[in-house]
Structures are given as C-alpha cells and as structure tokens.
C-alpha cells in the first residue's frame, strides 16, 4: 500500500511562488508515475503536471511556464514549484501516483492513478 502526504500549501499574494511537496511511502517509488491534481471551490478536480519514472513531464495549458514538476527519488518524494501565481490557481492540490512502467494514453485522467493524499490549500490573494 502507498501513502502519499502533501504539504507545503499556504495563503500567498498574487505573483509569489510556493512550493509543494508529496512524500510518499513504498521501496519502489522510482517506478512510479506521479501526479498533481487541484479542485477549486465548486469545481471538478483537474489535471495539474506529473512526471513519470523516466523523467518525462507534462503540465496543464493553464501552468506552463509557470509551474515546475521535479522528484528526488532518494527522498520518495515528488515536488510541485508554483510561480507567478493568480487567484485562479486556488484549489485544493492533491497528489496521485501511478505503479508501473507502462503508461495509459493520458496522465491527466485522474482514475488512471492508483493513490491519492488527503490534500494541501493553495489560496492565492488578490
């Protein structure tokens, strides 16, 4: 069973940065695709980035050039660098991994994920 504990979120203005972390368990964590996910107030949850166990990234047309997917293996753990900031990034971002090498059509589809974490608010002020 993997476990995956986010942290790192907070009340930023408008143009900071924060970042992210997800801390996951398992002994094969290099293997695993990993994800960030977010859900705004009133909203479906939405594909974020990820990063697969080759390296590989992708990232949601509304964070490109903005956010950065990395992961350290050594720590198991997955991070999330968020600059310039808008008020529309508030949400609530969640992280998913993904066992195995091979990899579905898409990455931004939220049930090709087989573990989530509880969650991290990001809320970014005007």
């Known amino acids: 069973q993997v476990q995956l504990v986010e942290s790192g979120g907070g009340l930023v203005q408008a143009g900071g940065s924060l970042r992210l972390s997800c801390a996951a368990s398992?002994?094969?964590?290099?293997?695993?695709?990993m994800g960030w996910f977010r859900q705004a107030p009133g909203k479906e949850r939405e594909f974020v980035s990820a990063?697969?166990?080759?390296?590989?990234?992708d990232y949601a047309d509304s964070v490109k050039g903005r956010f950065i997917i990395s992961r350290d293996n050594a720590k198991n753990t997955v991070y999330l660098q968020m600059n310039s900031l808008k008020p529309e990034d508030t949400a609530v971002y969640y992280c998913?991994?993904?066992?195995?090498?091979?990899?579905?059509?898409?990455?931004?589809?939220?049930?090709?994920?087989?573990?989530w974490g509880q969650g991290t608010q990001v809320t970014v002020s005007s």
């Open positions: 998913a991994a993904r066992q195995g090498l091979l990899q579905p059509t898409s990455l931004a589809v939220e049930s090709n994920y087989d573990y």
């Open positions: 398992g002994r094969t964590f290099r293997w695993y695709t």
């Open positions: 990063i697969r166990w080759n390296g590989s990234t």
